[in-house]
C-alpha cells in the first residue's frame, strides 16, 4: 500500500490530489461551470434593464434565468460532492495506515506518549487534514476560479470599476482582525471558565460548612465575582465580532456608492450600476468565506506537522530497542540466555526451555522490569512470545474476540477455546459456553472483575500459539485451589509440553508447583536458582517467604 | 418540559429591572432598522433615479451614505447592547441558581444519592449557561433586527411594485419554510453521524489504549481490523450524510440565483417600466439571502438557549424557597447541652440507642471507641445533619425534640465540625477563618497568635493564599478550629486528632483544644485514648451504645477502658 505519512505536507496534498485525480478533475470542471453560470447572470439582468419599458421582453430571454439557477444549484452540490468524497477516504486511508503502523511497531518507540496524545492524532488531527482537503480546498479552489472567470469577464467590459470594490475587500481584512481578537480573548475566557467551574467545585465540597456558619452570602458574593469577571471577558471577545460584522453590509452600500461615481464619471446609465452590483454579490461569497478557510489551512497545517512527529517516531527504532538488540539475548534448544543490567549490575538469567520457572524476588525488585524486557526482547528478535502483564488490558468487545484477537477461528482452536475458559473457570460468567464467548466485556472489562480480566488475558496468551509464555504475577488473584487445579492440569496434558513458561510470583505454592525458582535480588542479582523442591530448603529463599508471604501455612 | 408545574414564566428569567435602559436601547435599535428598512428601497430608488440628473445626485449620495451609516451604528448597537443584557443576564441567572442552590438542605433521593451531584450542578450553572452564551458567539440575535429589516424593506417594496413585491415576498417565505424544514431533517442525520462519530472515538480510545497489549500478545491484526471495521462504517454514514448536507448548503448558497430567476419570470408581467425598481428589487433580494440562509441555525441556536433557560429554571424551583432564619454568628451563646438519644437506625440495621451526656461551658467531652461503633454516625447526630431520630437536644434551657426539622436545623447553627476532610478552601487564611465576615478579625487573629505560638512560627499571613494540596491534614484541622473559634461556636465537635504529626504541630492542636476550651463546650471523638487524656469526662462507645462513662477516675475500672490504656504504654 502507498504510504502517506513520510512525506511532506505541500506533497502530501499533492500526491492526494493525484490519487483522486479524476474527481479533481470533475470538482474543478463543476467549479468552472458554476462561476461561468453565474458571471452571467449580471450582464444578462443590464440587458434586461436596458430593455425595460421597451415592451420587447422576451419570455424565453427571461427563461434563461431558470435554466443558469438550476445549473448553479447542479454544479455547486457535485462541486462540493466531488469535494468531500476524495477528503472522507483520505481521512480513512490516514487513520488506517497510522494504526497499521502503531500495531507493527514496537510499543517501545512511542511510550513516551500517553494514550491521549495518540488518540488525538489519529482521531482530531486527522480529521482536521479531512476538513483542510474537503472543505479548505474546495473554498480556495471556488475563489481561485471565480477570480478567473470574473475578472476577466469584468475586465473586458467594465475594467473602470475596478476601484469600487475596496470597501467590500476591506471587510475580509476586519474580519480576519476581528477574529484575531476573538482568539485574544478565548483562551483568558477558558481559563476563566475554569475557576469558576473550580469555584463550583469547592463550594459543592464545602457546601455543609458554608451552612453550617451560615456564610452564604460571602460565598454568593465569591461567585458573583469570578463569574461577573468571566463573561466581561467573554463580552469583550465578542466586540470584535459586532462591530466588524455588520460592516459587511456597509462595505457592499459604500461599494455600490462609489460605484455609482465612476459610472457617472464614465457617462454610464443605471443599468450598468445593476450591473456592478451583480457582480459585487458575486465576489461578496467566495470572499467572505476567506477568513475561514484561513483558519482550515492553518489548523491542517499543524495537524499534519504533529502526524509527522508521531510518524517520525514511529519508523525509528528507540534506545530501548538499540539497547535489547546488543544485550545478550539467545533463545536456543535448551534454554534462554538473558544478560543485561539490573540494579547497575550485570546480572545473567536462564530458563530453561519448556519448563515452568517461576521469578521470585522482595516487591518492586523490578521482577516486571525484567520480564518485560525479556519478552520485548525476544518478540524484536522475531519470536513468538506471548506476555500477560500484571494488569492487562481487555478490549471493549466480546471475551471471544479478546482471546482471539482477530485470529482465525478453527475447530481445534475453538475447542481449546472452551476447555480452557471451563479450566480457568470462567465458563459460570454465562449459562452456556456459547453466550460466554460472546459476552461483551465493556470498556477495559469493567464488567470483570480483576481476577477475571486476569484469566481472560491468561486464555488469550495460551491461544496465541506462542512456545515462550511469560506471566507475571499470574495468579495473584486466583485463589489458591484453582491456580493448583490450573497448574495440575496445564503440566499433565501434552497440549503444554513444548512450551516455556517463564512466571514471577509471591506464593510459595505457585513455586511449588513449578520447576525451576529464581530468587533475584538487588545486591547480588541472582541469589539462588534451582529446581523448586532443593532451593525451598535453602535458608534464605524460606526465610524470604515467612518474610513476604501470606500463605505460609495453607500451602 | 412541564411548564405547568414551574412556579414562574420563563419570561420572567429573561428580564432585568436594573437593565431596562439597554432593554429600551434594544427596542429602539429594532424599531430604527424598521424605519431604515421601510426607507431603503426608496432611497436605493431615487439614487438610481438620480444617477443622469447632477443636480440631484450629489443630494442623493449624501442621504444614502447617511442611511447606510445609521444602519451600520444601529447594527452594531443593537450587538453590543443584546450582548451586554445577556452577560448582565447570565451573572444574575447564574447567582440566583448558584444561591438557591447552595443555601438549600442537601436532598437525598432514596436516602442514597444526592438529587444533583456535583456533575449535575456544574451542568446547570455551567452548561445550560453556555447554551445561552452561545446566542452571543453566534451572533444570533441579530435574526431579529435582520428579519424586521427586511420585512420592512418588503413592505416599503410592496407599494413600488406590488406583483414582483409579492411574489418575492412569497418566494421568500417558501424559502424560509424548506430551508428550515431542510435543518430539521439534516438533524436527523446529523445526529446519526454524531453517534457513529461517538461509536469511533470508544473505538479509537479502545485501540490506543490496547496497543502495548497487542504488542506482547501475538496476533492477527486486531487493532487494524477492528478500526477499518468501524472507519468504514463511518465513512459510509458520513459520506450518506454529506449528499445530504452537500445538496442543502449549495441550495442555501444558490438562493441568489434561484430567487433571481423567479423574480425575473415575473418582471415582463409586472408593469416594472423603471430601471431604478428593479434596482432596488435587487438590492432586496441580495439583502435578504443571509438572514433567509441563517433562519434555520439561528432558530436552532435560540431553542437550545430556551432549552438551557428552561433547565435553569427547573433547577431553581425544585429548591425550596429558603425561610430559614439566618442567626448572626456573634449572638451565639449556650452555656450546657444535653443529648438524650432514644434510638437511631439506619436502613441497612445498624442502629445507635440510648446515648445521653451533659456538657457545660468550658468541659471537654471524650467520645472513645473502636471504629465501627457508630463514632461517625454520632457525629452526624451531633451535627444536626440528620433528623430521623428519637430523642431531644437540650441546649440551656431549650428544648429541642429531633424530629423537629426546622428546630434542628436551628440547633446546627450552634455546633461547628472539625472533621479530618473539614473544607479549607483555595482562598486568603483570612476568608477561611472568617468566610467573609470581617467584624474584629484583628483582635482575634492576635489572641490566636498569642495562644498558639505555632501560627507565628508558621509563617503565614492572613493575607496569604491557602493552596490546600499543600496543607497537612494537621494543618487543615488548625483552620477549621480557628474558623469555627472566629465564628464563636458555642458546641464544638473535633473528629479524631489526626496522627503522626511532627511535634510542633501537635503541640498547636494541644493548644487549639485549650483554646477551644475557654470559649465552648468541646465534644472530641476518637479512637486513640492519648488525644482526650485532659477531657473531663469520657463516654465509651461500643455497638452504637454506651459502655461506660464517668472521668478517667471512674472510667479505670472498666476492662474496655483498660484496653485502651494498655495501647498507650
Redesign the interface.
Known sequence: MTSRLHRRFGPWVIHHAFEFKWFYLGAFLCLYVLQV??SE?PGR?RN??EL??TGS?E?SS??I??G??AG??LF??SS??LF??PA??Q??LL??EL??L??KV??TR??HRS?GQ??QI??DDINNLRAFIGFGLLQIGNLLIAAWVLIPKLNETDAYLWPAFTPLFLSVVFTTIASLINQKYFKKVMDK?GE???Y?????????????????????????KI??EE??L??K???G???T???V??G???SL?WA??L??AQGG???D??FF??YL?LFH?PVMFMSWVAVVVAQGFAAWRRVQELYGVLVVPSLDEKELAESHLDLGSDGLKLSLLFWQKKINLFFQANRWTVLIGETGIGKSYLL?KL??GL?LKGH??????QE??????TIM?NIF????VTEKNMALAKELLRMFQLDNLAPTIDEVLKLEVG??GKRLSGGQIKRVALI??LL???KTI?WDDPFSSVDIILERRIIHKMRNSPEWKNHTFIISSHRLTTVRLSDEVIYIDKESGVKAQGSSEMILKEENVSRFFKEQLVDVSLA | MSQGSLRNNWWTYLWLRSEAFLVVIIFSNILISAITGYLTPRFITSFYDSLNKDAEFQHQLILFVILISCEYINRFCFSLSTNRYVQKLLVEIRRKSFALWLKAPFKRKSGKHEEYPLGEVLARLMNDTDAVREVVSSGSFAIFIDIIFILSCLISFLQLNSTTGLALFAAEVIACLLLIKGSKAMARIFMDVRRITGMMARVVTDITSGLKELFFSPNDRYASKRGQKIFEEFLDKQLHANIWDAGYYSAAESLYPILVALVMIIVPYSQIVEVAILAALIDLIQKSITPIKDVASKISVLSRAKTGIDRLHQFNDSFEQDHFERLDFATLEAQSMVFDLQVFQYEQGFKLENIKFELKKGEILGILGESGCGKSTLLKLLSGQYHTFSGTITIDDKVIHADNEKALRHFSSYVSLIAQDSHVFTESLKFNITLGAEVGFEEFWSLAEKSIPYLVRWGMNPQDKVMPKMLSMGQKQLISGLRALYLKKPVILMDEISSGLDSELEAALRDLITFFQSRSMTIIVTHRLETILNSHKLVLLEKGQIIATGTHQVMRSFPKYQEFLNHLH
Open positions: 453560470f453565474q447572470i439582468i434586461l434593464t425595460l419599458g421582453i419570455g427571461v427563461w434565468f431558470v443558469l439557477a448553479i444549484l455547486r452540490t462540493r460532492l468531500f468524497y472522507r477516504v481521512q480513512k487513520r488506517m494504526l497499521e502503531l500495531e514496537p510499543s512511542y511510550q494514550q495518540i488518540f489519529l482521531f471558565k469558576v467551574q473550580q463550583i467545585i469547592e463550594s459543592y465540597e464545602a457546601k455543609q460548612t458554608i451552612k453550617n456558619f451560615h456564610r452564604e452570602e460571602s460565598f454568593i458574593k465569591g461567585f458573583v463569574s461577573t463573561l466581561a467573554f463580552f471577545s465578542s466586540i465580532f459586532a462591530v460584522g455588520p460592516y453590509k456597509l457592499l452600500g459604500l456608492i455609482a461615481m459610472v457617472r446609465s443605471a443599468s450600476l445593476v452590483a451583480g454579490y461569497e518485560s519478552a520485548t518478540i513468538k512470545v506471548s506476555m500477560v502483564q492487562p488490558y481487555l478490549f471493549n468487545d474476540e484477537l482477530g485470529k482465525e470498556e477495559n488469550r496468551s496465541s500459539e506462542a511469560v
